[in-house]
């Protein structure tokens, strides 16, 4: 409900407050990001989806399409925009030249995601093992580093160092003035996140602000790049400790003969991507799938999680 006294202080941006349990039933049931965004559902108790700002009606047959901005539209978003101004910097201050920025994905990124940052903004892409903790540690290591799940789960970090010498440069030192508001610009950045573990309102507030500042509508956001069908699945197994990863959890090391089976699926379609991990809190086997059309990411799935059921000690009928 703190959502609620907000309007008043931000009023150009409108604000729309669901699943606030004011109408009953359970709180944030069905809502999550397991429920939306790894298995495609539209949330309930959000009213009607033409209501939303995140679904747009196709424009074939298919009626109403989840078009979901997920923590890689976020990170790409907040990727554009800390370049654009740091590289304002980068000219015109030249112990900014040094400055290196990166951004921490996991494996679960969609790929079309990590080929945009590599290709298109030439920013440094590392991958991490699944966990927060583990892209918060890699992204600490760039003076600037944003980091995000594909759930939405993230921030933007700025090394003490850096932010102390920006904080410390002088108005005169800046040889343009838009030079001296792109680092107006990164501080106001550093003060709005939660650089301890970042929340849903801090990055809601910068997703808003880099909107406004860029005068970028949803659909502009959206339209950045098309992520790559994708389907997860979940392998019930004896115990998950039989599959060990590495490689960023990409690649399976054991059983012997799981990796190169998923590579033989992977080969079977256009765009193909896979990898299996072992869940942290239950004995199944999680698997992702990617691929250029939604049936191909279906099959795929489907093709590896059996390989997975039959080489990983599955339990119960094959998927």
Not at 44 to 69: M, P, V, W
Not at 97 to 125: D, P
Not at 164 to 187: D, G, H, M, N, Q
């Amino acid at each position: 409900m703190k959502l609620s006294g907000l309007q008043a202080i931000i009023p150009n941006v409108q604000l729309n407050v669901r699943n606030c349990g004011s109408e009953g039933g359970i709180l944030n049931e069905l809502v999550g990001a397991d429920y939306v965004q790894k298995e495609r559902k539209f949330p309930q108790n959000f009213g009607h989806a033409s209501d939303l700002t995140k679904i747009q009606k196709s424009e074939d047959a298919e009626g109403i399409t989840l078009r979901l901005l997920d923590g890689d539209k976020i990170l790409t978003l907040l990727a554009i925009f800390i370049q654009k101004h740091l590289q304002e910097l980068r000219s015109e201050v030249h112990w900014l030249s040094s400055v290196n920025f990166g951004v921490v994905q996991t494996a679960y990124a969609n790929g079309a995601s990590t080929k945009f940052l590599k290709e298109n903004l030439g920013v440094e892409v590392v991958l991490t093992p699944t966990g927060v903790k583990h892209l918060h540690h890699k992204a600490a290591q760039y003076d600037i580093g944003i980091y995000f799940e594909a759930n939405g789960h993230g921030t933007v970090l700025f090394k003490e160092e850096f932010f102390a010498v920006l904080t410390k440069t002088a108005p005169s030192e800046f040889r343009t003035e838009a030079a001296y508001k792109a680092a107006r610009l990164l501080l106001a950045i550093s003060d709005v996140v939660n650089q301890a573990i970042g929340d849903a309102f801090s990055v809601l507030f910068l997703v808003e602000s880099a909107l406004q500042y860029m005068n970028w509508t949803i659909q502009d956001w959206d339209a950045i790049y098309k992520d790559l069908p994708s389907r997860q699945l979940k392998v019930k197994v004896q115990d998950r400790a039989v599959l060990r990863t590495t490689n960023s959890e990409t690649k399976v090391t054991h059983p012997q003969g799981l990796q190169s089976a998923i590579d033989m699926e992977v080969a079977k379609v256009t765009c193909g991507r896979a990898f299996v991990r072992p869940s942290g809190t239950e004995d199944v086997v999680r698997v992702y799938a990617e691929a250029a059309t939604q049936d191909e990411a279906d099959c795929l799935a489907r093709g590896v999680a059996i390989h997975v059921h039959n080489l990983a000690q599955g339990v119960g009928l094959p998927p």
